[in-house]
């Protein structure tokens, strides 16, 4: 069983940056993905950064290219997000995910994730 865990959220101001934490225990495959997604209420949830576990290539969505960095601490069993510049357009509630397919194409797709973290809270404020 995989077990995921954010931390980091919290309330910053236009331009301000924060760094998300995603704790991982348990198992994961090696040639697998790491993900950030984030979700408005109402709304679908909505892809933000994807990690290569095997090759360490990352992908971001067009919004967020630029201020937001994706990475992991195999040390620490610890994925990332380090979001600067942000906006209020940044307001969400950030999920990690973990699944066992490598990158590839789908790598956007939620359905396709096999675990999931309870989500930290982002607000910014204008």
């Known amino acids: 069983q995989v077990n995921l865990v954010e931390s980091g959220g919290g309330l910053a101001r236009t331009g301000g940056s924060l760094r998300l934490s995603c704790e991982v225990s348990?198992?994961?495959?090696?040639?697998?993905?790491m993900a950030w997604f984030r979700q408005i209420p109402g709304k679908e949830r909505e892809f933000v950064a994807a990690?290569?576990?095997?090759?360490?290539?990352?992908r971001y969505s067009d919004s967020v290219r630029g201020r937001f960095t994706i990475s992991t601490d195999n040390a620490k069993n610890t994925l990332y997000l380090q979001m600067n510049y942000l906006k209020p357009a940044d307001t969400a509630a950030y999920f990690c995910?973990?699944?066992?397919?490598?990158?590839?194409?789908?790598?956007?797709?939620?359905?396709?994730?096999?675990?999931w973290g309870q989500g930290t809270q982002v607000t910014v404020s204008s």
């Open positions: 995910a973990t699944r066992s397919a490598s990158l590839g194409n789908t790598y956007a797709s939620e359905p396709s994730y096999d675990y």
């Open positions: 348990g198992r994961i495959d090696s040639g697998g993905t």
């Open positions: 990690f290569s576990l095997r090759y360490g290539s990352v």
